[in-house]
């Protein structure tokens, strides 16, 4: 067995070739390491904050204003609202007009030709024609109000329970006609 021996500037030669070795593969590993781990952070924050961010900047941007419009003679202001404000008005008056029709008032329902119906006032078409019905289950029969005014609506279906669906098309509905 033969044993070697570092001693004087063999020895500092080695050493300092060896960490130079040891500081380069260092620094191989960590220019190789850092973007993976860069991206891991860069994940976790995106999860915790920036995707949250950029929702509430996206809702923000979406987000309609009310328009107030003056355009009447009399001096009436008209308030626009946008498609997320339910105006409580429109269903009481579509209500009132049903009972001018004959209905009677039972709570949330109209008892109207014998059913006891949900009303539904949709002041336009769909754009894709198919119309969605949220009724409760209790109801015989949604009654539903198209196009016009709550108080003047240009069409009424009476759609019975056993053909209601909660999504329904105007060509299933055109049958219901009052």
Same mark, same amino acid.
């Given at each position: 067995?033969?044993?070697?021996?570092?001693?004087?500037?063999?020895?500092?030669?080695?050493?300092?070739? &060896?960490?130079?070795?040891?500081?380069? *593969?260092?620094?191989?590993? *960590? #220019?190789?390491?850092?973007?993976?781990?860069?991206?891991?952070?860069?994940?976790? %924050?995106? @999860?915790?904050?920036?995707?949250?961010?950029?929702?509430?900047?996206?809702?923000? %941007?979406?987000?309609?204003?009310?328009?107030?419009?003056?355009?009447?003679?009399?001096?009436?202001?008209?308030?626009?609202?946008?498609?997320?404000?339910?105006?409580?008005?429109?269903?009481?008056? &579509?209500?009132?007009?049903?009972?001018?029709?004959?209905? @009677?008032?039972?709570?949330? &329902?109209?008892?109207?030709?014998?059913?006891?119906?949900?009303?539904?006032?949709?002041?336009?078409?769909? %754009?894709?024609? #198919?119309?969605?019905?949220?009724?409760?289950?209790?109801?015989?029969?949604?009654?539903?109000?198209?196009?016009?005014?709550? $108080?003047?609506?240009? &069409?009424? $279906?009476?759609?019975?329970?056993?053909?209601?669906?909660?999504?329904?098309? %105007?060509?299933?509905?055109?049958?219901?006609?009052?």
């Amino acid at each position: 067995m033969k044993v070697y021996k570092l001693t004087g500037f063999k020895a500092i030669l080695f050493l300092i070739i &060896f960490f130079t070795a040891l500081f380069i *593969l260092l620094s191989i590993s *960590l #220019v190789l390491l850092l973007p993976i781990i860069l991206i891991f952070l860069l994940y976790i %924050l995106y @999860k915790l904050k920036i995707k949250r961010f950029f929702k509430n900047l996206w809702w923000k %941007l979406r987000k309609k204003r009310i328009k107030v419009e003056d355009y009447s003679t009399n001096g009436e202001i008209k308030i626009r609202f946008p498609k997320r404000i339910k105006v409580e008005g429109e269903e009481d008056e &579509f209500i009132k007009y049903l009972i001018k029709l004959g209905g @009677k008032k039972d709570g949330n &329902f109209i008892i109207f030709k014998g059913y006891k119906c949900y009303p539904i006032f949709k002041k336009s078409y769909p %754009l894709n024609e #198919v119309l969605t019905l949220n009724y409760p289950e209790d109801a015989e029969a949604v009654i539903l109000g198209l196009k016009g005014e709550p $108080y003047n609506p240009k &069409f009424i $279906y009476l759609i019975p329970k056993e053909f209601l669906k909660h999504r329904m098309s %105007l060509e299933e509905i055109k049958r219901f006609k009052v």
